[in-house]
C-alpha cells in the first residue's frame, strides 16, 4: 500500500491556480511533520512548505510565501497545496512527505529528511 497518493496536477496559465492533494494511508496525517517539495527542470528538490503538528505552525519559503497555502483535512487525511498567482517559475513537479525530522523555518530550506514521498505530480506554467 503505498502511503502517500497525490493528484491534482496540471496546466494553467500564469496567475491561475491549482490545487494538489495528497491522500495518506497507513498512518494519521496531522501526527507528524508534513511537507511539500518540488523539482524544476535541471534543479534540484527544494523543499516550499511544512507543517509542525507540535507548534501548530506552517512554514514557507520565500519562494511562495503569500501564495501557496498548505493545510490538512483530518477527517479525510489528506493534506492539500493551495497554489495561486502561479508563474512560470512554479512550472515543477511537486511531492508530498512525511518528516522524520522536525519542520521549522530552518529545515524546510535546509534539507529537511523524508521517511516517504508522494509519487509527484507535475504543474506547468505557462501562457
Known amino acids: 500500500q503505498v502511503p502517500l497518493v497525490e493528484s491534482g496536477g496540471g496546466f494553467v496559465q500564469p496567475g491561475g491556480s491549482l490545487r494538489l492533494s495528497c491522500a495518506a494511508s497507513g498512518f494519521t496525517l496531522d501526527y507528524y511533520h508534513i511537507a511539500w517539495f518540488r523539482q524544476a527542470p535541471g534543479k534540484e528538490r527544494e523543499g516550499i512548505s511544512c507543517i509542525n503538528p507540535g507548534e501548530g505552525q506552517t512554514y514557507y519559503t520565500d519562494s511562495v510565501k503569500g501564495r501557496f497555502t498548505m493545510s490538512i483535512d483530518a477527517a479525510k487525511n489528506t493534506m492539500y497545496l493551495q497554489m495561486s498567482s502561479l508563474k512560470p517559475e512554479d512550472t515543477a513537479v511537486y511531492y508530498c512527505?512525511?518528516?522524520?525530522?522536525?519542520?521549522?523555518?530552518?529545515?524546510?530550506?535546509?534539507?529537511?529528511?523524508?521517511?516517504?514521498w508522494g509519487q509527484g505530480t507535475q504543474v506547468t506554467v505557462s501562457s
Open positions: 512527505a512525511r518528516a522524520d525530522a522536525i519542520c521549522s523555518a530552518y529545515s524546510i530550506s535546509h534539507s529537511l529528511r523524508i521517511d516517504y
